[in-house]
């Protein structure tokens, strides 16, 4: 009896030896060390939220044991909000055959996916994965491509500002048009609008170099101003939140971040957890999940933000109903 087991342990040392050795073979082009995960994790600019997403995808990654430098390789790289920055570090990833991508941002998942579709890539952050192409079916995405959606609710904020700023008639959007995100968020904008007899100005820019005279023009027409989550406003926001708070104009935001860098509130999702979420994908398809079959996850706890500096600075009390529910990013980390 106990020769026997001492049989079958030393049969099944040496077959964990040659494992460890490398002789799974995983069909890695063969330069560097084949048993070493690749992570290709590509961010499209630097804003409060995307490096909060990026931190929690790492620090879940290595909570659940994939430490960077140790069992896994995070190439990080960050394409300062340049399209063709998004398209090169993609194809790097390609050509260096990482295991997984994962990309922070509607932009940078969308170049990504034209990059490969062999790859599995999880998308971070996505607002409307339907709108921007990246899934056709939320529940199915049938390809390579799934991940976290911060699908916010239009409605929801409306109704905060009719709550905090009752009585507005004209709300400003501002924007990059270019951001898919951002113009679903605003196509619901409008469509809220249509309902509620409201005028709804529209000033979408291109470039963060536009903010300052949008925000200005926006602030001589409108009773309030709201910015979905576009990474070209967040990138910049101090220079929307100057304007509005000179101007006396409450400014309404799509995230928690934009509204700890100064703007005035939101009704929003927590982005530590979907960073969270995110790495958990990126951990199934590693153990062998098929993107296919993965659905998109949103994230349906939802809660009121506020900044009491910027609400003084502006003259404007919030109601203590809301105040008790809120949390006040003044006073209050994310
Ligand atoms: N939802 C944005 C997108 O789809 C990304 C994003 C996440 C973001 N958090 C944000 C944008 C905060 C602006 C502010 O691209």
Request: charged fraction near 20%; aromatic fraction near 4%; charge should be negative.
């Given at each position: 009896?106990?020769?026997?087991s001492?049989?079958?342990?030393?049969?099944?040392?040496?077959l964990?030896?040659?494992?460890?050795?490398?002789?799974?073979?995983?069909?890695?082009?063969?330069?560097?060390?084949?048993?070493?995960?690749?992570?290709?994790?590509?961010?499209?600019?630097?804003h409060?939220?995307?490096?909060?997403?990026?931190?929690a995808?790492?620090?879940?990654?290595?909570?659940?044991?994939?430490?960077?430098?140790?069992?896994?390789?995070?190439?990080?790289?960050?394409?300062?909000?340049?399209?063709?920055?998004?398209?090169?570090?993609?194809?790097?990833?390609?050509a260096?055959?990482?295991?997984?991508?994962?990309?922070?941002?509607?932009?940078?998942?969308?170049?990504?996916?034209?990059?490969?579709?062999?790859?599995?890539?999880?998308?971070?952050?996505?607002?409307?994965?339907?709108?921007?192409?990246?899934?056709?079916d939320?529940?199915?995405?049938?390809?390579?491509?799934?991940?976290?959606?911060?699908?916010?609710?239009?409605?929801?904020?409306?109704?905060?500002?009719?709550?905090?700023?009752?009585?507005?008639?004209?709300?400003?959007?501002?924007?990059?048009s270019?951001?898919?995100?951002?113009?679903?968020?605003?196509?619901?904008?409008?469509?809220?609008?249509?309902?509620?007899?409201?005028?709804?100005?529209?000033?979408?820019?291109t470039?963060?170099?536009?903010?300052?005279?949008?925000?200005?023009?926006?602030?001589?027409?409108?009773?309030?101003?709201?910015?979905?989550?576009?990474?070209?406003?967040?990138?910049?926001?101090?220079?929307?939140?100057?304007?509005?708070?000179?101007?006396?104009?409450?400014?309404?935001?799509?995230?928690?971040?934009?509204?700890?860098?100064?703007?005035?509130?939101?009704?929003?999702?927590?982005?530590?957890?979907?960073?969270?979420?995110?790495?958990?994908?990126?951990?199934?398809?590693?153990?062998a999940?098929?993107?296919?079959?993965?659905?998109?996850?949103?994230?349906?706890?939802?809660?009121i933000?506020?900044?009491?500096?910027?609400?003084?600075?502006?003259?404007?009390?919030?109601?203590?109903?809301?105040?008790?529910?809120?949390?006040?990013?003044?006073?209050?980390?994310?």
């Amino acid at each position: 009896m106990k020769r026997k087991s001492l049989v079958i342990l030393t049969v099944l040392m040496m077959l964990m030896t040659a494992v460890l050795a490398g002789c799974g073979g995983s069909g890695d082009s063969g330069d560097g060390d084949s048993d070493t995960v690749k992570i290709g994790l590509v961010q499209l600019v630097e804003h409060t939220s995307l490096d909060q997403i990026r931190e929690a995808i790492i620090t879940q990654l290595e909570e659940e044991g994939y430490v960077d430098g140790e069992n896994i390789e995070i190439d990080y790289q960050n394409a300062q909000n340049e399209q063709s920055n998004l398209k090169t570090i993609c194809q790097g990833f390609v050509a260096d055959d990482v295991d997984v991508i994962v990309a922070i941002t509607t932009p940078a998942a969308q170049v990504a996916m034209g990059e490969t579709d062999a790859i599995p890539i999880v998308f971070s952050a996505v607002t409307d994965p339907v709108a921007a192409e990246v899934v056709t079916d939320m529940e199915q995405p049938g390809g390579n491509v799934t991940g976290t959606s911060d699908a916010i609710s239009v409605e929801k904020i409306m109704e905060l500002a009719e709550q905090i700023t009752p009585g507005f008639k004209t709300v400003g959007a501002l924007y990059n048009s270019s951001e898919t995100n951002s113009v679903a968020t605003v196509d619901a904008l409008k469509a809220y609008a249509e309902e509620h007899s409201l005028e709804v100005v529209d000033s979408a820019i291109t470039s963060a170099n536009e903010i300052q005279t949008a925000a200005q023009n926006l602030a001589q027409k409108c009773d309030i101003v709201f910015s979905p989550t576009d990474n070209t406003v967040a990138s910049a926001i101090a220079t929307a939140n100057q304007v509005f708070i000179d101007e006396g104009i409450p400014f309404y935001v799509g995230a928690d971040s934009m509204v700890k860098d100064g703007a005035f509130a939101t009704y929003g999702i927590d982005y530590d957890y979907l960073g969270r979420e995110t790495a958990n994908m990126v951990i199934e398809i590693l153990n062998a999940a098929d993107p296919a079959e993965m659905p998109v996850r949103t994230m349906d706890e939802l809660a009121i933000y506020v900044n009491s500096e910027t609400a003084e600075a502006l003259g404007i009390e919030i109601p203590q109903e809301v105040l008790d529910q809120a949390t006040d990013l003044a006073k209050e980390d994310l």
